[in-house]
């Protein structure tokens, strides 16, 4: 059973556009929301989260929307650079709600890749 | 610091041998992971460790599978006998602790291939 989901395997964009990955979740009971991206060969690196409490978290070219009422939330990009090119994965966990607050659960990953 | 530090960074063995993966997390994180990364599954938590004591293991696909945290700053991940569809990229992960919405910062892994 897939909580998190991504269901775009892959995404191609062209350089100085907008990118947007998207990510769907089950689980209601999550309450923090973090995007990771991977480079080949490389483990993940965070990128930017999002709690639960807001709507909106924007770093940079980065940005982050949480639709709590639809379980969505996307990752904004703009604009794309070719050095974005990257698999991305949107990852949750029940942050404020005990339990396991330190486990996170991923995507399956989007691969984004930005054409110069 | 260096991050989070895993060895070896490519395993290859024979099936039915025994594999062990060994991680070093970052000074000073109280929190330890162990992910799996397939095509078919993506990334999926085997098991996670809280000042050395494994606190979910729910994750671990077999009894063939076994992770120990013998002190704070070193976790093995073992499989005894290894398969073919235990093939993957196993990222160790490890949180500071005390903040609870944080991120957990990854290792580079280690591609295990079993032939």
């Known amino acids: 059973d897939q909580q998190v989901k991504q269901n775009s395997p892959s995404l191609s964009v062209q350089e100085g556009r907008i990118s947007i990955l998207n990510c769907d979740y089950t689980n209601s009971m999550f309450d923090y929301f973090l995007w990771y991206k991977k480079y080949p060969a490389e483990g993940p690196t965070f990128l930017i989260s999002i709690s639960s409490i807001k709507d909106k978290n924007e770093d940079g070219r980065f940005t982050v929307f949480l639709n709590k009422s639809a379980k969505h939330l996307s990752l904004h990009i703009v604009p794309s650079q070719p050095g974005d090119s990257a698999v991305y994965f949107c990852?949750?966990?029940?942050?404020?709600?005990?339990?396991?607050?330190?486990?996170?659960?991923f995507g399956k990953g989007t691969l984004l890749t930005v054409n110069p | 610091d260096a991050g989070v530090i895993q060895s070896p960074r490519h395993e290859v063995t024979e099936m039915g041998q025994e594999v062990t993966l060994r991680c070093k997390p970052i000074?000073?994180?109280?929190?330890l992971f162990w992910y799996r990364q397939t095509m078919m599954r993506g990334l999926e938590l085997l098991i996670y460790?809280?000042?050395?004591?494994?606190?979910?293991d729910s994750g671990m696909p077999e009894d063939r599978f076994s992770a120990k945290m013998p002190n704070a700053s070193f976790s093995t991940l073992k499989i005894q006998p290894s398969e073919p569809r235990d093939s993957a990229v196993y990222f160790c992960?490890?949180?500071?602790?005390?903040?609870?919405?944080?991120?957990?910062?990854f290792g580079q892994g280690t591609r295990l291939t079993v032939v």
């Open positions: 990852a949750a966990k029940r942050g404020y709600s005990g339990g396991s607050n330190y486990k996170l659960t």
């Open positions: 000074s000073g994180h109280d929190y």
């Open positions: 992960a490890s949180s500071p602790r005390g903040q609870m919405n944080t991120e957990a910062f």
């Open positions: 460790f809280n000042n050395n004591v494994p606190i979910d």
